[in-house]
Each structure stands twice: as structure tokens, then as C-alpha cells.
């Protein structure tokens, strides 16, 4: 089955503490990417990767890092996570960055203390 | 600030009934999108219209496009309780190849059985 996977689904951290985030597709996408979504504020562009090493940042890049090592994999690291970071995180690929639909993973609930 | 900016925000329908969401965005853009959000869950992609095509259908599903008002709307034909939802309109922007994708903030679905 096609599909985005994410891990934890639901994580409670302290501030301060690092943690990561992990994304896996098994679409052979190119394109991956990362989502927080807010109430009020809907979902914003973290980083995304156009290929295997090729990352950047989007809109609300500060305070995470990313990598992309392999092609299936895009973890997103909190090195240092404060509570301004307790959101819903989305990880999304598809085939490539070019107008195509992208799919979505089930979502990790973050909050930070 | 917003590309993508649903209408109305809630909107509550019996089962049956139609239901009709608009979008509007402000620059222009190589595709407009739909996805649906169950609460608190993934994305999952509807349906995809490019610039240049005007009207789209999948299943229950019809969406226009109107590029010359920046303006989308998604019609859902006889709505189920299962279609209670948010959905979500995205567009990219036009010559970007970033995959960036810029959410509006949806329009809260409920249907009533």
C-alpha cells in the first residue's frame, strides 16, 4: 500500500529535550516535505527536499533541521525544542516539487513543556 | 500572508443536501488543489485542477476554476455524514517548481444524518 509514515504519532517532551521526528514513504517520490499546522494559522511549510541531499528551508524554518540521506527517508530534528513548537506535524511527498498531488502522513501531535 | 482563503468557514447541511465551498487566492498559479482533513488526522488529497482546464469532476466531487477571478469552488452532490470533514484548497505558484504548496484555512464541513 502507498503511504506516508510517521513516528511518534503522538509525542510529550520537556524543553530543551532533542528529539526527532521520522518520515518514510514507499512511493520512490522524489519530493518530501514538512508541515505544522496551528489553529488559526493553518498549515505553514517547514523544509521540504527536492531529492536525496537537496534540502531547503520554507516558511517557518527556524528551530529544525532536516536530512535527506536516502530517498524514502526525511526525519525532522528539533534539537532544542521549545514550547512555541507544540504543533501538528505533517510530513508530505510526491513524485516530484511540480504540480502534483502530494500525500500526506497521519500527523505527529507534539507538545513541548 | 494567505494564497488561499476558504469561504464560508463552517458549514452545516443535512444529508442529501450540497454542499458548496469556495476558494480564493491572489497570484497566479500552475495548479489549484482540494484535500480533506478528518479531525486531527492526514490530508488526503481530492482532486488536482490545472491552470488552464475550467471545470474538473471526480465521483460526487466538482470543482471549478477561474483563473481570471483567482477563484475556486468545490461542489460535494448528495453529502454523507462520512464527507464531515474539513477540506482544504492549495496552490502552488506559477513557475515554481518548490512543491511548496500554500493552504488556505479551510471550511469546517458538517453533515447531519
Known amino acids: 500500500e502507498a503511504q506516508v509514515t510517521q513516528n511518534p504519532r503522538y509525542l510529550i517532551t520537556v524543553t530543551g529535550k532533542k528529539l526527532t521526528v521520522t518520515c518514510s514513504q514507499n512511493?520512490?517520490?522524489?519530493?518530501m516535505s514538512w508541515y505544522r499546522q496551528d489553529p488559526g494559522l493553518g498549515l505553514r511549510q517547514i523544509y521540504y527536499s527536492m531529492n536525496v541531499e537537496v534540502t531547503d528551508k520554507g516558511d517557518v524554518p527556524e528551530g529544525y533541521k532536516v536530512s535527506r540521506k536516502e530517498k524514502r527517508n526525511f526525519p525532522l530534528i528539533l534539537e532544542s525544542p521549545s514550547p512555541n513548537q507544540t504543533s501538528l506535524y505533517f510530513c508530505?511527498?510526491?513524485?516530484?516539487?511540480?504540480?502534483?498531488?502530494?500525500?500526506f502522513g497521519p500527523g505527529t501531535r507534539l507538545t513541548v513543556t | 500572508s494567505q494564497q488561499g482563503e476558504e469561504d464560508p468557514q463552517a458549514l452545516s447541511i443535512q444529508e442529501g443536501e450540497n454542499a458548496t465551498m469556495n476558494c480564493s487566492y491572489k497570484?497566479?498559479?500552475?495548479?489549484l488543489q482540494w484535500y480533506r482533513q478528518n479531525s486531527g488526522r492526514g490530508l488526503v488529497h481530492l482532486i488536482l485542477i490545472r491552470s488552464n482546464e475550467r471545470e474538473k469532476h471526480s465521483g460526487r466531487l466538482r470543482v471549478t476554476l477561474d483563473t481570471s477571478k483567482k477563484s475556486s469552488s468545490l461542489l460535494i452532490t448528495a453529502s454523507r455524514a462520512a464527507d464531515t470533514a474539513s477540506y482544504f484548497c492549495a496552490t502552488d505558484r506559477v513557475w515554481s517548481n518548490t512543491g511548496k504548496l500554500i493552504f488556505g484555512q479551510g471550511t469546517t464541513l458538517q453533515v447531519k444524518p
Open positions: 497570484t497566479s498559479i500552475n495548479n
Open positions: 512511493m520512490n517520490h522524489e519530493y
Open positions: 508530505a511527498s510526491s513524485y516530484t516539487g511540480e504540480s502534483y498531488e502530494q500525500y
